[in-house]
């Protein structure tokens, strides 16, 4: 499980909005402050997203949450966005290759413009359904953090 600390912005019924920051992995380096790479991901690292949740720990406003992705959908997220077009793409090639005995450069960069066209839709699709099983979302772990409620007391001396 994949884990990132939030914060807990808002509250409706059995939702919660929980900001977290990107990081890179340039945060954790112990060089990151004279390496090069860690310098520009500081400069440009500081996005902010806010995310709805179902809230099945009872975090309320302003607690630290842990927030968790599973390994394994970032896995296949992955193979979708990145293997999946580059696949068809390859395929639709070489079908045309097979089709045509002399094919044209041009025909050939359409066929696979095509091809790759056809993973894109095929990841899209892929996406879409996964999303509507909820398979895609974050998930509340625990709380980390929970601020404490502090009331003054007013003294007087007699």
């Known amino acids: 499980m994949l884990t990132e600390l939030g914060h807990v912005v808002a509250k409706e019924k059995d939702t919660v909005w929980v900001q977290t920051q990107s990081r890179t992995g340039c945060s954790s380096c112990q060089v990151n402050s004279v390496c090069g790479s860690g310098i520009v991901s500081k400069a ?42 580059l696949i068809s793409m390859i395929i639709a090639l070489l079908v045309w290759q097979f089709l045509l005995t002399n094919p044209s450069e041009l025909s050939s960069i359409l066929a696979a413009v095509a091809g790759l066209a056809i993973g894109f839709v095929i990841t899209h699709f892929y996406s879409r359904s996964a ?15 929970r601020p404490i409620a502090v009331k003054q007391i007013e003294t007087t001396l007699d």
């Open 131 to 145: 999303a509507e099983k909820g398979q895609t979302e974050p998930v509340l772990l625990r709380i980390v953090k």
């Open 44 to 85: 440009f690292s500081h996005k902010v997203f806010i995310t709805p949740l179902k809230n099945h720990i009872n975090a309320n406003i302003d607690d630290e949450v842990e927030v968790g992705i599973p390994e394994d959908l970032v896995v296949r997220a992955s193979f979708m966005v990145y293997l999946v077009p």
